[in-house]
């Protein structure tokens, strides 16, 4: 075991949940290491405007980001951004992780935060003109659709927010949804519904997307009578939820049928010194609040087993 590369607790993954794990364990002197597959604050970064976030007005997902993780430095937190876990072994004493690039870590106590990815229809023409007219990040992509028509898929929050904030570019928004009803606060369905832009489709869904270099147009299917029309259009969004990304756990800890790691109320998995946070766990409301809750209850649970660990040791050394 390289000593240089020994650490007390590695957290994977740097959404909202790693980083405060992160900000937690490094402030009580834990030393800790964060490495992360993608860019660091995860899903929230895409987050065009965060205004729930308890004592702040108004806030970008980037800024927000940008804040926990320079906390997480100041504390002492090392963090490798842009990362492939290759391999991972999580049982006994000794976590081990080991990268693509063949470089090895070793640490008491994992926290896997890996978070998860937007959720896409799977419909014809999807994968063939991502990028091309149809986007799953407002921030990224919205300015692109600058006095355009585009449709917006998706009920709960983060589709009817979405949807607003896009009227600041596009010229009408039609709200796609597959019920009569939506999954969301009410006061984000009171915005929506009272905004002169949008506009809405309920109980439809698109089955296919039309376009060769670029989107040109949509088919949408009424749910009730699956008649089916072609709709020329400028731009799709599409925000139906998350995907955990755990294929790299599969076999390594208990995942329920959706794919979520399964945790109990010290964010413990079914292995011991392993521990999950954010929206990869099994859970009702994914929200950076939440995310945030869980990160915290995960660094004193991962802090608490290691001294543990630690005291059993010189016990061990004493006898």
Known sequence: MDPNNHYNVIVIGAGPAGLTAGIYLSRARVKTLILNEGTVGGQMVLTHEI???????????????????NQAKKFGCDIKSNIIVETLNLEGDV????????????????ILSPGGRSRTLGVKGEDKLKGKGISYCATCDGDFFTEKEIIVVGGGNSALEEAVSLTKYASKVTIVHQFDHFQAFEFAIEEARNHPKINFMMESTITAFHGDEKLEGVEITDLKTGNTQNHPIDGVFIFIGYVPNTEFLKNKIELNKWKEIVVDTDMQTSIRGVFAAGDSIVKRYRQVTTAVADGTIAALAASKYIHELSQNKQLQHTL
């Open 51 to 69: 205004a729930n976030y308890p004592g702040v007005d108004s806030i970008s997902g980037y800024q927000l980001s940008t804040i926990m993780r």
């Open 95 to 110: 976590k081990e992780v080991i990268l693509a690039d063949g470089t090895r870590f070793t640490a008491d106590a994992v």
